[in-house]
């Protein structure tokens, strides 16, 4: 039998008919619709989240495709492949992407609640320019035979819109594996499709074991915050699966002050935690969405710190080729001399303490 959730994919936003339902388009934005080969689309709860007449409304920028994304001046080609390590000499399935030792991301789908306008992975997932052969089997088989992964962030797409069958059979397959110690899921859908916490995934992601879970979604303005969300949140924690946030930098729509202090609080207000907040990577097509690489730290230093808890204060990172490279630079210390540390706070206060030799 359907489910609420199902329901919501069946009833996908993906044609001008249907999205006419949630907002009156521009004649921009209908011309570009009409013209668009690309994948685009989202939820009827998310489209339902939208601003009506408003083609600047946050929500609705990160859903309806843009002139801009024919735009190209600083994306990086072929970027994925770059950034997966997908052309190097160690042989792996499509479906696992690696920058560390020890962790893997295991692409498990293409599909997605949201196909965001900003998705580093444009050229696979939006875009369909990359061709990729996401075998679970084959990736499961890999793990295996690499004993060092000790941590596997699954991925896509967005695994959550996995039945709960195929999500019991990968992390069932996983926890058996002797040096796999976490088990990571991305997704959007507590923030796309809250209804698809059900107590069938809970079931399934729920119990007590030694290969936890974790939950890292992307909310990335406090307008996406809703009760079904605070409400879906409380049903992952209640059964052991802890929720990070992992918010994309995003020009115009999260890199005000107000914004970005009201979403790390909201999150928090929902039992979120702030993880990362991502610099907009640069792959193809996404130039309109970036701001200059300092800006996440300085949000963090005008919106959050000392005007918040710390709870709320996430990373500023870049994803990279080599990993995620924090982007945090120090405007604490202001110098050092033998006796003292100088010292300078959020309000510009100053103040020192003994510099401890080794």
Not at 102 to 120: K, S
Not at 137 to 162: N, S, Y
Request: proline share 6%.
């Amino acid at each position: 039998m359907s489910g609420v959730w199902q329901d919501q994919i069946k009833g996908f936003v993906n044609s001008i008919e249907k999205v006419k339902q949630y907002i009156n388009l521009t004649s921009e934005e209908e011309k570009i619709l009409t013209e668009t080969k690309t994948t685009w689309g989202t939820t009827p709860y998310f489209a339902s989240l939208m601003d009506r007449d408003d083609p600047n409304c946050p929500i609705r920028r990160q859903v309806i495709p843009s002139l801009h994304e024919h735009e190209n001046r600083f994306g990086m080609q072929d970027y994925l492949l770059w950034k997966e390590n997908r052309e190097t000499e160690e042989q792996r399935p499509d479906c696992i992407a690696r920058q560390y030792r020890d962790r893997v991301a295991f692409t498990v789908t293409q599909v997605c609640g949201v196909y965001c306008r900003h998705c580093f992975r444009k050229e696979l997932v939006v875009d369909g320019d990359l061709q990729l052969n996401f075998n679970v089997d084959e990736g499961l088989q890999w793990i295996a035979e690499h004993p060092e992964v000790r941590d596997v962030l699954i991925t896509g797409g967005d695994p959550f819109l996995l039945s709960d069958d195929k999500l019991e059979y990968l992390i069932s397959k996983l926890r058996e594996l002797p040096h796999v110690e976490m088990i990571r899921f991305g997704t959007r859908l507590p923030i796309v499709l809250p209804q698809r916490i059900t107590p069938g995934l809970k079931k399934v992601l729920g119990k007590y074991h030694r290969v936890p879970i974790w939950v890292n979604t992307q909310c990335n303005h406090p307008n996406e915050i809703t009760e079904e969300t605070a409400k879906a949140v409380f049903e992952l924690l209640s059964c052991g699966v802890n929720v990070g946030n992992q918010a994309v930098l995003l020009k115009g729509i999260n890199d005000d002050v107000d914004t970005f202090r009201e979403l790390h609080q909201k999150l928090l207000r929902v039992r979120i935690k702030p993880y990362y907040v991502f610099y907009c990577e640069p792959a193809p097509g996404i130039d309109h969405f970036r701001t200059p690489v300092e800006k996440g730290a300085e949000l963090i230093r005008d919106a959050l710190r000392g005007h918040t808890t710390g709870l709320a204060q996430p990373m500023s990172v870049i994803a990279t080729n080599i990993g995620k490279i924090p982007l945090m630079p120090d405007y604490y210390i202001i110098g050092k001399d033998e006796e003292n540390y100088y010292l300078r706070n959020h309000k510009g206060e100053e103040t020192s303490i003994p510099n401890m030799p080794e």
